[in-house]
């Protein structure tokens, strides 16, 4: 992207994004999540791509779960994919083949949304349960 705003890349062979592409900090890649194949059947996976040719940098194993939601720490070290009872914390610095850590409401509610804290070591997630539950 120049101050002109000419267009500095396109890519037609990109599968369908689930989520708006997010920069990693410090870096020349951005990460998004990709949809291979149909709606409700296909596979997701995390992706990262370098900005200035937008080629595939790394690709996670297939997603658990449909995602229903997803965060991305401030320092572009961690993300979190929120499904039902489940969320499942990636890590975006090493290979990301297999979650980090996945977490289980403690209960049968679903959770209903993710955020981490600025710094990145807590995940909040609440619940529609009306709890709030911190993750370290």
Not at 25 to 46: A, C, K, N, Q, S
Not at 65 to 76: I, N
């Amino acid at each position: 992207f120049t101050q002109s705003g000419i267009e500095v890349w396109e890519r037609t062979d990109v599968p369908w994004m689930l989520s708006h592409p997010r920069f990693l900090p410090g870096d020349d890649e951005f990460v998004h999540l990709e949809l291979v194949g149909e709606w409700r059947t296909g596979t997701r996976y995390i992706v990262t791509r370098r900005a200035d040719r937008g080629d595939e940098g790394r690709r996670s194993k297939p997603l658990a779960a449909e995602v229903s939601e997803w965060a991305l720490s401030l320092d572009g070290a961690l993300a979190a994919c929120r499904h039902t009872v489940w969320v499942h914390v990636y890590p975006l610095r090493a290979d990301f083949t297999k979650p980090l850590a996945t977490l289980r409401n403690t209960n049968r509610k679903e959770f209903t949304g993710i955020a981490f804290h600025p710094g990145g070591k807590y995940l909040a997630a609440t619940s529609n349960d009306e709890t709030v539950k911190l993750y370290d």
